[in-house]
């Protein structure tokens, strides 16, 4: 399999920008500005290329709902907010290959009409925020940047915000209430943000990596960017494995690629220990038992056993792992990051991290779990975002699957605590 994504990882020389060019950046905007915009918005509607921020929403069909003949500026927005749990991919992009990322920038602003593009990135990238910042001047001082790019008459200016440090602000509206200069509080949809976005203008707000697929795809076409992956979802995709594997890191796989195969790719399981679970798509996703973890990793493989796809943050758990205390650290994040907006999710995450933890500590009650799933039921379809929801997929699954646990904990058996989860 091509590497689209990661082949210049680990290379620090790659960033720079006659390096990058060498290695094949930039070379795809003369001709994707010799091209109708509309020409390429199909191009990567044909790719079948998915965003690939969590909810996995096919890129082509989002650009094609800006307004046709808008008066108004459209914005393209780049979320870079990568706060969820396990989820490590875009900080990747970032710090080795940022021109990979321009360079889709400016040929999906040129298909969207778009002049003005924001990088809201994760206010604790910092060093990556420098990274992308050098890069950015370089792209400047190269004329990809700025005034009548390669000489075809198209204008871009790309500035990057950074964030401060809130998991939710990487919920688009959120996002645009923080550029905005608001508080990240979500925003009631619709309207979605690609009719009514940033300053109530057209707005498309696009993954890091599902940007960096552009460049790549317009170079060689769709049918080459479909020859892997799935059917409903091509392409290549970077997962980020963590847990309890030899070698933690982000692999570049097929999109179907075998989950057990991704776990091999991370090195494998520590010597001597067993498969118990995987939580397949970062701390919202609902946690899959050993016994559903031989499936692909296509969003719709991982929808049939239960979870999903979403950030594809790997987190693989194996038999050392107490599931009470891994549910407890999904939970307690979950309560520190409600932004308070929705009664529910205030009032909510905060009871569940408070009964999960009552458990861990050995001082539930029996009736705590049928509790525990009346409060999540109570978090689905009531809000304005789904944090909520994604606080409540973690804690169903791990009762549904491990109350065993959950209930010897609360006869004071203990679990054999060799090691933590590294969540
Ligand atoms: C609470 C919450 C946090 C999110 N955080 C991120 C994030 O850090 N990065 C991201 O790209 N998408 C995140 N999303 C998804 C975005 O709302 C949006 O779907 C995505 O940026 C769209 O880009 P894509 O179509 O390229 O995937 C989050 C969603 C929610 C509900």
Avoid at 199 to 215: D, L, Q, R, S
Avoid at 226 to 234: L, M, R, V, Y
Avoid at 245 to 252: H, L, N, S, T
Avoid at 367 to 382: H, P
């Amino acid at each position: 399999m091509e590497k689209i994504l990661s082949k210049h990882f680990n290379q620090v020389e790659a960033r720079a920008i006659d390096v990058s060019i060498a290695n094949g950046r930039y070379s795809r905007v003369a001709k994707a500005l010799s091209m109708k915009p509309d020409e390429i918005t199909s191009v990567i509607k044909e790719s079948g290329l998915r965003g690939r921020g969590g909810a996995g929403f096919p890129t082509g069909v989002k650009w094609g709902f800006v307004p046709k003949g808008t008066q108004k500026p459209v914005y393209l927005c780049i979320n870079a907010d990568e706060s969820e749990p396990g989820t490590f991919k875009d900080r990747e992009i970032l710090k080795w290959d940022p021109h990979l990322l321009i360079e889709g920038i400016i040929i999906s602003s040129y298909a969207l009409g778009c002049h003005t593009c924001y990088i809201y990135i994760r206010g604790e990238y910092n060093d990556e925020a420098l990274i992308l910042e050098k890069a950015i001047d370089e792209a400047y001082e190269k004329k990809y940047l700025g005034k009548n790019i390669a000489g075809k008459g198209f204008d871009l200016n790309v500035y990057v915000h950074r964030g401060a440090g809130a998991y939710i602000c990487g919920e688009e509206t959120a996002l645009l209430e923080s550029l905005e200069g608001n508080r990240g509080y979500p925003r009631l949809k619709p309207p979605f943000p690609a009719v009514e976005g940033l300053w109530k203008c057209p707005t498309i707000v696009n993954n890091v990596e599902t940007i960096a697929n552009v460049g790549p795809i317009i170079e060689h076409g769709a049918a080459w960017y479909k020859q892997w992956g799935s059917e409903k979802c091509p392409g290549t995709r970077l997962f980020a494995v963590s847990g309890h594997v030899q070698k933690p890191g982000v692999y570049e796989a097929a999109n179907d690629i075998r989950l057990l195969d991704l776990i091999e790719m991370a090195g494998g399981l520590r010597s001597g220990r067993k498969l118990k679970a995987v939580i397949p798509g970062g701390a919202s996703a609902p946690v899959l038992p050993a016994h559903l973890c031989d499936i692909k990793m296509d969003p719709e493989s991982i929808a049939q056993a239960g979870s999903m796809a979403g950030s594809s943050a790997v987190m693989v758990l194996d038999d050392s792992t107490d599931m009470v205390s891994a549910c407890r650290t999904l939970t307690d994040f979950f309560a520190h990051e409600s932004c308070g907006q929705c009664t529910p999710c205030r009032e909510g995450s905060p009871w569940l991290a408070k009964l999960i933890r009552r458990i861990d500590q050995g001082e539930g009650k029996a009736s705590d779990l049928d509790l525990l799933l009346e409060i999540t039921k109570n978090a689905v379809g009531r809000t304005i975002c789904v944090f909520s929801e994604a606080n409540a997929a973690p804690v169903q699954s791990f009762i549904k699957y491990f109350s065993d646990e959950f209930l010897a904990r609360m006869k004071h058996i203990q679990p054999k605590r060799e090691s933590l989860p590294v969540l």
